[in-house]
């Protein structure tokens, strides 16, 4: 079958669209979609699928493509030059969101994946540090009271005044005053010790 009987029903649809026919541009756009996806979804990597698709490149530069229609500035000889203008397009379209989405891509990365050394250091504790946190924590759990053990436990763990309060059911005033009880017996402990 010769391309230009193939074509007929599209020189047709195309001839309805510059007539502003809404229904030929969505009967285009069922014939023209699976081509044009097909061509983004061969050149999309797997760290550019997390930001886009084929479906949001095709739709926009269809988009532009019935803005241009309505604004008289797209004319087509036939459904050969209609084609090639899309493909075109959308190739067009997809590099600019592979370049708007290229940063954020290599900046990205899992957060099981350990930092690499362009990063900024974290400053982590020494042995020594980690031994006298060690015994900072034993001395703090052994002079509070076992009752108050778990308050001391999640403000450890980070958690804050509030969020400690709604998981022990006492009022935020108590957990800080338990808290502050805890911290001056500590200091008075520590002057003992010097």
């Not at 290229?102 to 540090?129: K, N, Y």
């Not at 005044?161 to 017996?185: F, K, W």
């Amino acid at each position: 079958m010769s391309s230009t009987t193939h074509d007929a029903p599209l020189e047709q649809l195309i001839e309805r669209l510059k007539q502003g026919d809404v229904t030929a541009a969505e009967q285009l756009l069922v014939a023209f979609e699976p081509q044009l996806r097909l061509l983004v979804r061969r050149q999309l990597s797997p760290d550019m699928q997390a930001k886009f698709d084929s479906v949001d490149v095709v739709q926009s530069v269809w988009a532009d493509l019935l803005d241009g229609f309505r604004d008289g500035r797209w004319q087509f000889r036939d459904a050969q030059q209609l084609r090639a203008f899309l493909l075109r397009a959308t190739q067009n379209r997809f590099i600019d969101q592979v370049r708007k989405h290229r940063q954020a891509s290599r900046l990205e990365r899992p957060l099981d994946q350990p930092s690499t050394s362009d990063e900024p250091a974290v400053a982590r504790p020494s042995p020594t540090e980690n031994v006298r946190a060690a015994e900072m924590w034993d001395r703090l759990v052994a002079l509070c009271p076992e009752q108050h053990r778990w308050l001391l436990e999640l403000k450890r763990q980070g958690f804050s005044l509030a969020e400690i309060a709604a998981r022990t059911g006492l009022h935020e005033s108590s957990v800080r005053r338990i808290l502050y009880d805890l911290a001056r017996r500590f200091a008075l402990d520590e002057s003992d010790l010097s």
